[in-house]
């Protein structure tokens, strides 16, 4: 089963259609609700909200996620019943194979209710139509710049290999960046000041700062960025801690923030490669929509 424990909870959605293929007579009889079984509709229509809800016990590898909402409609052509299915949930995991099972499960259902009538019956395509939610919703960028800045006495002076620069290097060139700038400073004011002007004079789309967040006497890296930022974004720094804490306690001692400078998407995190891995996950690639934003655009 695929683990999905890093991603982000959204809205997800999915629609699909599965059809059942009947002689002119059966449909006639349908939408007459004259069939032996009685009326195969709100039969149908319940079937396929139960197997929405156990699409996880049919389905060996599916995620068991909340069900918000199922909508089932019936359309009648002169031979055939389409059934769509609309499904809602609040998830991790897209909806896509409870909408899939429970228009199948329909027409299963209207299959075995009108079986007796009609020999001749086919089930036809199963498909999905749609779905939204997640990263996927966001369009990819491509050709932006990044920077990556790691605040650390010891690792600037060799005493062992930093780790968080590299992931956020290479979870940005996954994201689109073409080029990532990254280097290891001491915790000192003055090369970070330095190195947050040189990444926004270059152009940098998004810049991280990975290490000084914490409480430590050298921890000073919130203190030297925020006035510097033109505009804040506490909502990042919210949304990062609440993944982080969500999954470790002592993450409530990080001290995460986020704003704009010249342009730049300024992001600091804590100095574990756990925290750049959260941030990757929670915070990519909705932070590269800020740019677009202050492009004057993104608001469609």
């Known amino acids: 089963m695929r683990d999905v424990s890093f991603k982000n909870t959204t809205r997800r959605t999915a629609r699909a259609v599965a059809v059942l293929h009947a ?8 939408k007459s609700g004259d069939t032996p079984k009685g009326d195969p509709v709100p039969v149908a229509k319940v079937a396929a909200i139960q197997a929405t809800k156990k699409t996880a016990e049919w389905i060996p590898y599916c995620h068991n996620i909340p069900i918000e909402h199922v909508d089932v409609k019936f359309y009648f052509d002169d031979q ?22 429970a228009a199948a499960a329909a ?20 498909r999905l139509l749609e ?84 409480v430590g006497p050298r921890d000073i890296t919130v203190a030297t960025l925020r006035p510097l930022f033109e505009r804040e974004l506490p909502g990042v720094a919210t949304a990062f801690q609440a993944y982080g804490q969500s999954r470790i306690p002592t993450a409530m001692l990080g001290n995460a923030v986020a704003g704009i400078i010249g342009g730049t ?20 690639p909705s932070l590269l929509h800020a740019h677009a934003m202050l492009g004057g655009g993104g608001h469609e």
């Open 265 to 284: 998407v300024v992001v600091a995190i804590p100095g574990s490669p756990g925290a750049a891995r959260d941030a990757l996950a929670c915070l990519m």
């Open 23 to 30: 002689s002119p007579d059966t449909i006639r009889r349908v």
């Open 80 to 101: 055939a019943i389409r059934v769509e299915v609309y499904v809602i949930s609040i998830a991790k995991t897209g909806v896509e194979m409870e909408a899939i099972t």
């Open 107 to 126: 027409v299963i259902t209207l299959y075995d209710m009108l079986k007796m009538i009609d020999d001749d019956m086919e089930i036809g395509s199963v």
């Open 131 to 214: 779905k939204t939610g997640g990263k996927s919703d966001l369009p990819a960028q491509i050709g932006w710049r990044g920077a990556v800045i790691v605040m650390s006495d010891r690792a600037s002076r060799g005493e062992y290999e930093d780790q968080s620069g590299p992931l956020l290097e290479e979870g940005l060139k996954s994201h689109g960046a073409s080029e990532v700038d990254c280097q290891v400073l001491p915790d000192e004011p003055t090369s970070l000041l330095e190195a947050v002007s040189n990444a926004v004079q270059s152009g940098a789309t998004l810049v991280f700062v990975s290490g000084g967040t914490g």
